[in-house]
Antibody, heavy 120, light 110 residues
């Protein structure tokens, strides 16, 4: 069945970068893309962006533009989210989800999440 | 900048019915926002329940239903079970490939 597997937890210093991976299996990735969502401790979900799995189309939330890079490697069915210039308020669980980008779904299958801790 | 508003918390008795709502600061929530409803239990990843206002996934329990109600998106749980205690997030489409989450509703079953 369709599933997403994410990379393991990360601990980073302020100012560093982190790259989280999301590997898809069990479905044809060509018809979907990857949505990225994060959740700070005790807080709600925050939509970060979306990348098409094979067409290179990218949307990134305005407040994260300039710090987030989304990439996709169709040969390995893997998407990556890189966040630069890390701050303490970037500490969060980062999720990927399968999504066509536009309607009807913002994400149907979700990964388990990757904890990123930013601390000096 | 679209801001999506949900009730911060609601309480329902087991076996009861409860409706959660989702509003937009830009005006009425219509089918064009393709409202999604996402469930998240403590310590777990989110799980999508509803998409495009009313459509269920194969894994969505029958007691969950989505609708548009009085200019808002709505999620109704009928015959609430103890395991339905969770946070519920509304997700609205705002154009291109962009979506916005609501702040979430914490549903207590008591």
């Amino acid at each position: 069945q369709a599933q997403l597997v994410q990379s393991g937890p990360e601990v980073k210093r302020p100012g560093a970068s982190v790259k989280v991976s999301c590997k898809a299996s069990g479905y044809a990735i060509e018809t979907f893309g990857f949505t990225w969502v994060r959740q700070a401790p005790g807080q709600g979900l925050e939509w970060m962006g979306w990348i098409g799995a094979t067409n290179g189309f990218i949307e990134i939330a305005q407040h994260l533009q300039g710090r987030v890079t989304l990439t996709s490697d169709p040969s390995t069915s893997t998407a990556y989210m890189e966040l630069r210039s890390l701050r303490s308020d970037d500490t969060a669980v980062y999720y990927c989800a399968r999504s066509p980008g536009g309607p009807p779904s913002g994400g149907d299958i979700w990964g388990p999440g990757t904890m990123v801790t930013v601390s000096s | 900048q679209t801001v999506v508003t949900q009730e911060p918390s609601l309480t329902v008795s087991p076996g009861g019915t409860v409706t959660l709502t989702c509003a937009s600061n830009t005006g009425a929530v219509t089918s064009g926002f393709h409202p999604n409803w996402i469930q998240q239990k403590p310590g777990q990843a989110p799980r999508s329940l509803i998409y495009s206002s009313t459509y269920k996934h194969s894994w969505t329990p029958a007691r969950f239903s989505g609708s548009l109600l009085g200019g808002k998106a709505a999620l109704t749980l009928s015959g609430v079970q103890p395991e339905d205690e969770a946070h519920y997030y509304c997700l609205l489409y705002v154009g291109g490939a962009r979506w916005v989450f609501g702040g979430g509703t914490h549903l207590t079953v008591l």
